[in-house]
């Protein structure tokens, strides 16, 4: 089953995945895990094994204290700590939003002509893979649905004769980038008459990070900077407009674009209002506006939301295997047109954010960085200039435009219900009521034994049959069922009858009888991961870097499991030394075959060596394995410094020191014996 803003894992060939259960967060300590050896009951955690963080997962166990005898190495209170992720923990409220572009000139004056500033509040957050699919299967994107931008898509991914889909789409968005760019070079030459002033705007906004960023892959915010250069342009002409026949035709062309920019993003309403309010008012001083011409206008606008039409038709025709909402019925397209799931008004629902002072200066910061401080700097001077000449004739539209810059920022300022300081929200959609009705017609095979899912079975007051992830597991046990990105810790009544274990970057749902033989799990499971990106190249904040952050703790998942299975199961010394090794092993090969990884692997691989000093194993070198756990220790420390275990880490590492030295010392004073 597909989960918005989930993830995807490799499996054997033939295998079928459809039954996927809730997302959660992070690698998951193994509860409920039958043993190798089939213990009566599974083996459970200690308590404080694991637990979520705010604005993170850390799971953690205060203390490890192995059953099996320690050696002379032995440090029994060595702590060890599970891979840490940066998303949301399942406890936290999460959502999906659209991200707010846009593009306003500030200030352009025709004998300060170079000087222009483009200001972007971008808070973004990353949606590509949904509008795609949306587009090329014709279905229903998040809220509000972007009708527009999805019609559009996938006209060209028709006409495209080349690349893939996404290719084509990318491209797409790539020409809308490049078209904004050419109306605002247009809009500010007409203002300031100067060919340098448009060329200077045009490449500051085209060559701005963040424009070039959601220029070159499948956004929305392309074609809604296209819809602020056409409405600057549009009011441009009117005002430049010599009769009132020119100034009508104009405004209905503007009304229709005004429309027609609400089917793709949401908050260029706010610019909307200002145009017309402007534009009413200026047809309304010159005599210009009669009630006739007022009603025009508004059929004009509202001929330009008519690509709405597409949201019901494609909800009726449900032929999208993926699709949000049910806007078959007026209260469905009112909930999904008016963004009822995220908060109409605001841009998460029951989201407590940042406040308003902390929002405005966080734009403020992000100019600065996103533009260096001489382009503002710039501006704020020929907007000083154009001020202290009151005879300028297009003083009027610099002011609006300056106008529409400060509204936006306030506003969105003000209902930007969001925490600046988290990098990433995302959303799940299975307790929506339209859910499932709609995708199971998509999923053969699969039995729902109800309309929606809740950790409490029964019947809601709307009438609709609840069920919980025990029961779906229990009528699709035919299915082989696999969790990825986690499964929801409200409902934990899969583990009456499952287990998870790791696959790849999900894990898999296995019947508490099923007998675990790690040397077969780890074959099994060795050549089903296939992530190729270079760890820590992508930026912190970025959907990217998290999701490669994932796909790298994933790597660690199958060893980690076996590890912590001999750290914690009442089993016998040799099964529990038979754990470690397996552990230790695969640690070792993953360690040794990539340079750069997370900083936690360096303390789980030195904990597994310390771990392996126990054991008294002949076929291990004691020397080696005190070396790589202190070494690997020292790495650790040294990149994280932030760890409250990091003092009692250093202590250990000078124990093992002096112990590595006498084991030296001792083989030195052996080999000189035995000459």
């Not at 200039?385 to 300022?413: H, V």
């Not at 099994?524 to 703790?553: H, K």
């Not at 914690?568 to 470690?580: C, G």
Request: aromatic content about 12%; charged content about 15%.
């Amino acid at each position: 089953m597909y989960q918005h803003g989930g993830g995807g894992g490799e499996s054997t060939p033939g295998a079928d995945h459809s039954a996927c259960p809730l997302p959660r967060c992070g690698p998951p300590p193994p509860r409920g895990l039958r043993q190798w050896y089939r213990p009566p009951r599974p083996a459970a955690l200690p308590e404080g094994a694991g637990g979520c963080l705010p604005g993170g997962c850390t799971w953690a166990r205060s203390a490890a204290e192995p059953v099996a005898s320690p050696g002379r190495w032995a440090l029994p209170w060595l702590p060890r700590t599970w891979p840490r992720c940066r998303r949301p923990c399942p406890g936290e409220t999460r959502i999906q939003t659209n991200t707010a572009a846009t593009l306003i000139p500030l200030v352009v004056h025709q004998d300060c002509s170079s000087t222009f500033f483009v200001s972007f509040v971008l808070f973004h957050f990353s949606n590509e893979g949904e509008l795609i699919t949306a587009a090329y299967e014709l279905g229903v994107a998040h809220p509000p649905g972007y009708p527009l931008f999805t019609l559009l898509a996938k006209l060209v991914i028709g006409l495209f004769p080349f690349g893939s889909i996404a290719y084509r789409v990318n491209l797409f968005c790539g020409l809308l980038g490049a078209a904004a760019a050419s109306l605002l070079y247009y809009t500010v030459f007409r203002l300031s008459g100067s060919y340098a002033g448009g060329i200077l705007a045009a490449g500051v906004f085209s060559f701005s990070r963040l424009t070039w960023q959601w220029s070159i892959t499948a956004e929305v915010f392309s074609l809604n900077n296209l819809f602020v250069g056409l409405l600057m342009m549009l009011t441009v002409h009117f005002e430049e407009a010599a009769t009132a026949k020119e100034r009508s035709k104009i405004s209905k062309v503007g009304a229709f674009c005004c429309g027609l920019s609400l089917c793709n993003q949401h908050t260029i309403v706010l610019y909307v209002l200002c145009i017309v309010l402007w534009v009413l008012f200026q047809l309304f001083k010159g005599k210009e506006l009669s009630f006739g011409h007022l009603m025009k206008l508004g059929l004009c606008f509202l001929a330009g939301l008519l690509p709405y039409l597409y949201l019901p038709a494609s909800s009726y025709l449900n032929q999208a295997r993926w699709t949000w909402g049910d806007q078959t019925t007026f209260q469905g397209f009112l909930t999904h047109f008016l963004r009822e799931e995220y908060g109409t008004f605001s841009l998460a629902k029951s989201e407590t954010g940042s406040t308003m002072r902390e929002m405005l200066l966080s734009q403020v910061t992000h100019m600065k960085t996103e533009l260096s401080f001489t382009v503002p700097a710039l501006a704020i001077v020929a907007w000083l200039r154009t001020g202290m000449q009151a005879k300028q004739e297009k003083s009027s539209m610099i002011c609006l435009f300056t106008g529409m810059l400060c509204i936006y920022s306030l506003f969105f300022a003000w209902r930007a219900n969001l925490d600046i300081t988290k990098p990433l929200f995302m959303g799940v959609m299975m307790t929506y009521e339209w859910y499932l009705p709609k995708m199971s017609k998509h999923l053969p095979g699969i039995s729902f034994p109800g309309r929606r899912w809740n950790p409490v079975e029964g019947i809601l007051p709307d009438g609709a049959l609840t069920f919980n992830l025990h029961h779906f597991l229990k009528v699709n046990k035919h299915k082989e069922a696999f969790a990825c990105i986690g499964l929801n810790e409200g409902d934990s009544t899969w583990r009456r009858s499952h287990s998870l274990w790791p696959w790849g970057s999900c894990d898999k749902l296995v019947s508490s009888g099923t007998v675990f033989n790690p040397g077969e799990w780890i074959h099994l499971t060795r050549n089903i991961y296939n992530w190729t990106e270079d760890y820590g190249r992508f930026d912190p904040s970025s959907w990217e870097a998290v999701a490669n952050e994932e796909m790298w703790q994933a790597r660690m998942k199958t060893a980690f499991f076996i590890f912590d299975l001999a750290e914690t199961a009442s089993v016998s010394a040799d099964i529990k030394s038979q754990l470690y090794t397996f552990a230790y092993n695969l640690y070792k090969e993953i360690i040794n075959s990539h340079k750069k990884h997370p900083v936690n692997w360096h303390k789980n691989y030195a904990i597994a060596c310390e771990r392996m000093l126990r054991l008294h194993k002949v076929d291990v070198d004691p020397e080696v394995l005190l070396s790589e756990t202190v070494k690997h220790f020292l790495l650790y420390t040294a990149k994280a410094e932030d760890d409250p275990q990091r003092a009692d880490i250093l202590q250990a590492v000078k124990h093992l020191k002096k112990e590595l030295q006498g084991l030296r010392k001792m083989k030195k004073d052996l080999k000189q014996l035995a000459v």
